[in-house]
């Protein structure tokens, strides 16, 4: 099957945030996904580089539009390759192709009769490059996306007959239930539709940076409006007017985009489209924005995080994990470092990475790092279900974009893993000499981790393609094809030791934070007078207090306990093997012997200071402390409220 995949194609007023990068991360990893089942795939991004706004930005830098837009246009396309995004081809809406296209697609109009000459007067936002009638102005002046002023225009203008479309368009949303993703956003589409559309001006007399008309229609005076001129990116990129061996792809498209530009994708592209007699697209897949202190984050607020800066900091691939998985697809989200650090720590280190580390150490001393998946049905047979379960339905969460559930369906995986080891200790088997069945505990969590790092592999594609290869196995379609689709389980192998996957993060990596990033710390520290001197002092309040960094250095874990014993010759001490989502238990010896006995203590869980240097007590080692509670009725053990898995954080 083809798969046409688009990002919208970026202005070139300004760098990219992390707004973009959303929109193409996504992008990046539906085309991995539909490459990795086998479908034939084109992945398109690139830059919108006409019009007005881009006009006066280069006039701003003292430059030519042209060179303008050269160096922005560059440093998206760097970014992208800095990204290593899958993109097939990346478009300039100033290439000489895209232009004939366009002049093509616009005498196909003509001699349709979609399009005549008349006269517009009307307000104008220059911004958004868009006209606006008096009924959506906000107080009869502001533009009712971005709230600027909007300026009188009145010019010679060809139109576009959009009302014609009014009945076709909605009687697509009705044909195509699933034209426009999420579903909740269609009836907004359909309203404005309802409502009465207007013929729409697309040429402009008012400046000269943009597609010229077509020599036929003899008018030099018009540029084209800049929105026909992009949207018509997405066919003159599959080479629309020239060679257009590749626009069948164009039948199975999707275009993600976000929620500002809803409208101009689903309302007048597919009109456009109607009018050229091509077909429409599959979907169109609006996600929310990212705020910041709940605002929209852009370049003209100047209120932006960087992706470059998260990416130097976190790792591009948790930062991928991180943007796919926080946010419901189609609702806005909120940036923060502690969002992301959390992520990180509870997802990555303690669900993934920790399978990984335990079962490299657990087959290094039980069998030589050979892994075999011979008894997993035998011991295994009701968590092989429980998989089945997760890899035979999750899928369906990618074909309708929301990813955040694709990766929360997907981590029940790593549930079933780590459920496995604390239900089998393997360490506990070994010990009472039933190696066959440590030795298929291990192998189910390799054929867990095989599995999840096919399915995780659009989303993080250099960390899976790592433990595949710690696995013995390349990440393709035919690998997908017979771990995934045909349910196989892993031939024998050796695995391969490779370093922590995902260390944790104690406190915020980016130093030079940008200021979106520190509201987290505004509620952790006491306020300081704002006329306060710039130099770190202490003042009285704050004496005893310490930073919410400070507090992340100590490492918490809720840890279950799964041996106690007494120590000869001790009154106070218990001597407890803790499991803390490590490859091995922890020995813990604590002084509270008084409060409680060893065997009421198996099998429950609490609370353990996880990165105390190791100490000796009575000659044993303790390689953590368990927090507890004292006061005159006597000490309690800190505990979670409800059952954790062995390892998870606490903070
Ligand atoms: N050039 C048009 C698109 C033409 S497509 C034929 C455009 N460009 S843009 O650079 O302003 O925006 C590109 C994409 O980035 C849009 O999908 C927009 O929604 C998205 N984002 C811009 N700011 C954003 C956030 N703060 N958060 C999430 N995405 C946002 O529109």
């Known amino acids: 099957m083809k798969n046409y995949l688009t990002t919208p194609i970026y202005y070139v007023n300004g760098e990219a945030h992390i707004g973009h990068a959303y929109t193409t991360f996504i992008t990046d990893a539906l085309a991995r996904y539909s490459r990795l089942i086998g479908n034939e795939t ?30 922005i246009s560059a440093t998206f396309k760097n970014l992208w390759d800095g990204f290593d995004i899958s993109y097939d081809k990346f478009i300039r809406t100033t290439d000489a192709d895209h232009q004939i296209g366009v002049q093509q697609a616009f005498e196909k109009m003509l001699a349709k009769g979609d399009i005549y000459k008349g006269d517009y007067e009307g307000h104008y936002c220059i911004p958004c490059e868009t006209f606006f009638p008096e009924s959506q102005l906000v107080d009869g002046e502001f533009c009712p996306d971005c709230g600027r002023p909007t300026d009188i225009v009145k010019e010679e203008s060809y139109f576009f007959k959009l009302s014609k479309y009014e009945k076709p368009l909605l009687d697509l949303y009705e044909s195509q239930e699933d034209f426009i993703l999420p579903r909740s956003r269609k009836n907004e589409v359909k309203n404005f539709v309802s409502n009465g559309l207007h013929d729409l001006s697309v040429t402009r007399t008012s400046f000269t940076w943009g597609v010229p008309l077509p020599k036929s229609c003899n008018d030099d005076k018009h540029v084209m409006y800049v929105w026909l001129d992009a949207l018509l990116n997405y066919i003159t990129a599959l080479g629309y007017g020239d060679d257009e061996k590749n626009m069948d792809f164009f039948s199975n498209a999707t275009h993600f985009v976000g929620k500002d530009i809803l409208r101009f994708h689903a309302i007048y592209w597919p009109a456009f489209l109607m009018s050229l007699d091509l077909p429409m697209p599959r979907h169109i897949a609006a996600h929310g924005w990212w705020t910041r202190d709940g605002e929209k984050m852009s370049k003209s607020k100047g209120n932006v995080v960087d992706p470059k800066a998260v990416a130097a900091a976190y790792g591009l691939e948790r930062f991928r994990y991180f943007m796919l998985r926080e946010v419901p697809f189609g609702q806005d989200g909120d940036f923060s470092q502690r969002a992301l650090i959390d992520r990180i720590n509870s997802d990555l280190s303690n669900d993934l990475g920790n399978l990984l580390n335990r079962i490299i150490g657990m087959s290094g001393k039980y069998s030589e790092y050979v892994i075999d998946s011979v008894d997993v049905k035998k011991y295994h047979s009701k968590e092989l279900e429980e998989m089945l379960l997760v890899t035979s339905s999750v899928e369906r969460f990618l074909t309708e974009i929301q990813t955040h559930r694709y990766l929360e369906e997907l981590w029940k995986l790593f549930s079933i893993g780590n459920k496995a080891i604390e239900d089998h200790a393997p360490w506990v088997k070994m010990k009472e000499d039933r190696k066959d069945e440590a030795l298929a505990t291990v192998a189910l969590i390799a054929n867990i981790l095989a599995k999840a790092s096919i ?88 004496v005893g207090l310490i930073t919410i960094g400070q507090f992340f250095e100590t490492s918490l874990k809720i840890g279950t306990i799964i041996e106690a014993e007494e120590v000869p010759k001790s009154k106070k ?69 409800n059952p954790r898995k062995a390892g998870a954080g606490v903070g």
Do not use: W
């Not at 398109?44 to 830098?61: R, W």
């Open 42 to 71: 084109y992945f398109l991004t690139g830059t919108d580089e006409h019009g007005q706004k881009i006009e006066e930005s280069a006039k701003q830098n003292g430059k030519s539009s042209q060179e303008f837009a050269n160096e």
């Open 573 to 641: 001490l218990l001597k407890l093997q803790v499991d803390v989502g490590e490859e091995n238990p922890r020995q813990i010896v604590a002084g509270i012997k008084d409060y409680y006995s060893a065997e009421s203590l198996i099998n429950t869980q609490a609370c353990v200071v996880a990165n105390l240097k190791p100490a000796k007590l009575m000659g044993m080692l303790s390689e953590g402390m368990l927090l507890a509670a004292k006061d005159e009725n006597g000490l309690c053990l800190v505990r979670p409220e």
């Open 455 to 542: 399915l995780l592999h659009p989303v993080m594609p250099d960390t899976t393609n790592t433990i595949a290869g710690a696995l013995g196995f390349e990440i393709n379609t035919e690998s997908y094809n017979k771990f995934i689709k045909d349910d196989a389980l892993l031939d024998t192998f050796t695995i391969q030791k490779v370093p922590a996957l995902f260390p944790r993060v104690e406190e915020p990596l980016m130093e030079e934070a940008p200021k979106a990033m520190i509201e987290e710390t505004k509620e952790e520290k006491p306020k300081k007078d704002k006329k306060a001197p710039k130099e770190e002092t202490t003042t009285e309040d704050e």
